[in-house]
């Protein structure tokens, strides 16, 4: 028989690859979870996927999400800061908005009787910097989450994946250059030869996510991060110039440029604690797998180049 998978968040980058990923596999029976079935992406997902079941929840209702995970052996799951009932809710003072949600997945996927949940997390820059940068809410409440799930062990068995920097904020932070209309520009607060561990979110982590489901028992209780290595700025700049042939530079922009102090806190941890506080222990774990993750060559090579976003 073959093992039910529900993804929560099909229809957006992290869960669209885990979809894409397992689909591809051809020996999970998937759910997809969206909050509306009958928009334009979850056609989309009926159109691409033939089989794919499309199951409504909302990530704020126990019950519809309770319903969705029935017969599910797996959820894969994954909470969003940046979206606009979370962002409204920690505007009015709720800190935990983000964290309640992803609280309702585990409560729901026990509910349903699921026995096997990964969770997609991130470290507590509150933690590795003593209080320093206690206000990244979207590291706080997805470690939060992850908490939650690992203390359930009784109930259900979690695992952890930890996405590094998206190679995808390379094209959102970029401009063609006021200067000579010609160069591209990659621009992030955070100095040149700042380290970062980067990953091709679309295509890499719905790879690693298999990769978990087939070696589940190997990473319970446990976290995994998911990122092709660690490079600077420049490593991604030259790769963009040797696949595209566009002259390009990088530019270290003000924190106040962001005009949002959860980012900028972000972004100063980052600088001083490292994205993952210098830990690359799981990065080890990633070497091992049978699993090729994409470079910044093969991300650009993929992605081709349209202009900034």
């Given at each position: 028989?073959?093992?039910?998978?529900a993804i929560?968040?099909?229809?957006?980058?992290?869960?669209?690859?885990?979809?894409?990923?397992?689909?591809?596999?051809?020996?999970?029976?998937?759910?997809?979870?969206?909050?509306?079935i009958?928009?334009e992406?979850?056609?989309?997902?009926?159109?691409?996927?033939?089989?794919?079941?499309?199951?409504?929840?909302?990530?704020?209702?126990?019950?519809?999400?309770?319903?969705?995970?029935?017969?599910?052996?797996?959820?894969?799951?994954?909470?969003?800061?940046?979206?606009?009932?979370?962002?409204?809710?920690v505007?009015?003072?709720?800190?935990?908005?983000?964290?309640?949600?992803?609280?309702?997945?585990?409560?729901?996927?026990?509910?349903?009787?699921?026995?096997?949940?990964?969770?997609?997390?991130?470290p507590?820059?509150?933690?590795?910097?003593?209080?320093?940068?206690?206000?990244?809410?979207?590291?706080?409440?997805?470690?939060?989450?992850?908490?939650?799930?690992?203390?359930?062990?009784?109930?259900?068995?979690?695992?952890?994946?930890y996405?590094?920097?998206y190679?995808?904020?390379?094209?959102?932070?970029?401009?063609?250059?006021?200067?000579?209309?010609?160069?591209?520009?990659?621009?992030?607060?955070?100095?040149?030869?700042?380290?970062l561990?980067?990953?091709?979110?679309?295509?890499?982590?719905?790879?690693?996510?298999?990769?978990?489901?087939?070696?589940?028992?190997?990473?319970?209780?446990?976290g995994?991060?998911?990122?092709?290595?660690?490079?600077?700025?420049?490593?991604?700049?030259?790769?963009?110039?040797?696949v595209?042939?566009?002259?390009?530079?990088?530019?270290?922009?003000?924190?106040?440029?962001?005009?949002?102090?959860?980012?900028?806190?972000?972004?100063?941890?980052?600088?001083?604690?490292?994205?993952?506080?210098?830990?690359t222990?799981?990065?080890?774990?990633?070497?091992?797998?049978?699993?090729?993750?994409?470079?910044?060559?093969?991300?650009?090579?993929?992605?081709g180049?349209?202009g900034?976003?």
């Amino acid at each position: 028989m073959l093992q039910t998978v529900a993804i929560i968040g099909a229809t957006g980058l992290q869960g669209g690859s885990v979809l894409n990923a397992l689909y591809g596999a051809g020996k999970y029976k998937l759910i997809a979870i969206t909050r509306n079935i009958s928009s334009e992406s979850a056609k989309a997902i009926k159109k691409k996927h033939p089989g794919v079941e499309l199951s409504e929840a909302n990530i704020n209702d126990v019950e519809s999400l309770t319903k969705a995970f029935r017969g599910a052996d797996t959820v894969f799951g994954i909470t969003q800061f940046f979206q606009p009932d979370v962002l409204k809710n920690v505007e009015s003072g709720d800190l935990d908005a983000e964290y309640k949600q992803g609280k309702n997945i585990v409560d729901a996927a026990i509910a349903a009787g699921v026995k096997n949940m990964i969770y997609s997390s991130l470290p507590s820059m509150k933690a590795f910097s003593s209080g320093k940068y206690a206000g990244v809410l979207h590291f706080e409440g997805k470690k939060k989450v992850e908490n939650y799930l690992l203390s359930k062990v009784d109930k259900i068995c979690g695992a952890v994946v930890y996405l590094g920097f998206y190679m995808e904020n390379y094209v959102d932070f970029s401009r063609i250059s006021p200067g000579d209309k010609e160069t591209v520009e990659f621009t992030l607060p955070l100095p040149a030869t700042t380290q970062l561990p980067l990953v091709d979110t679309a295509n890499d982590a719905g790879g690693v996510v298999a990769y978990i489901l087939d070696h589940f028992d190997d990473f319970i209780g446990k976290g995994l991060e998911i990122s092709s290595g660690y490079y600077e700025a420049q490593e991604m700049v030259k790769a963009f110039h040797e696949v595209t042939g566009k002259p390009a530079r990088y530019v270290q922009i003000p924190l106040s440029a962001l005009h949002s102090e959860e980012l900028g806190q972000m972004f100063k941890g980052i600088e001083e604690f490292g994205y993952f506080n210098g830990n690359t222990g799981f990065l080890e774990v990633n070497k091992k797998m049978d699993y090729k993750h994409t470079t910044p060559v093969d991300f650009w090579k993929n992605r081709g180049w349209t202009g900034p976003s």
